[in-house]
Nanobody, 119 residues
Framework: QVQLVESGGGLVQPGESLRLSCAGS????????MGWYRQPPGKQRELVAS???????NYKDSVKGRFTISRDNAKKTVYLQMNSLKPEDTAVYHC?????????????WGRGTQVTVSS
């Protein structure tokens, strides 16, 4: 069964850092664009960062300079390094990826990991 599983969330104080990971498992032949989304409490899900197979990145304006997305294709994993965290970064963070699987290219979501930034 193909799935994406996030890890690395937690409770931190403002200014601290976290590193999120999202690993793909199952019969995955290739991974195309990968991204991190977040859903703050009471708000809609929003794109935080994305990265193509060529390593081209895109970031939400409010996280530029603080967050860095990267990927390890051999490990089928995407990372999100989050520095200088702010209370407004509090959200459930989900990874998303376009995967080439047995029956073609499909989009997959992870279940999410909670990030809470509070003093």
């Amino acid at each position: 069964q193909v799935q994406l599983v996030e890890s690395g969330g937690g409770l931190v104080q403002p200014g601290e850092s976290l590193r999120l990971s999202c690993a793909g498992s199952g019969s995955i032949f290739s991974i195309y664009i990968m991204g991190w989304y977040r859903q703050p409490p009471g708000k809609q899900r929003e794109l935080v960062a994305s990265i193509t197979t060529d390593g081209i990145t895109n970031y939400k304006d409010s996280v530029k300079g603080r967050f860095t997305i990267s990927r390890d294709n051999a490990k089928k994993t995407v990372y999100l390094q989050m520095n200088s965290l702010k209370p407004e970064d509090t959200a459930v963070y989900h990874c998303n990826a376009a995967l080439f699987v047995l029956d073609g290219v499909k989009g997959y979501w992870g279940r999410g990991t909670q990030v809470t930034v509070s003093s």
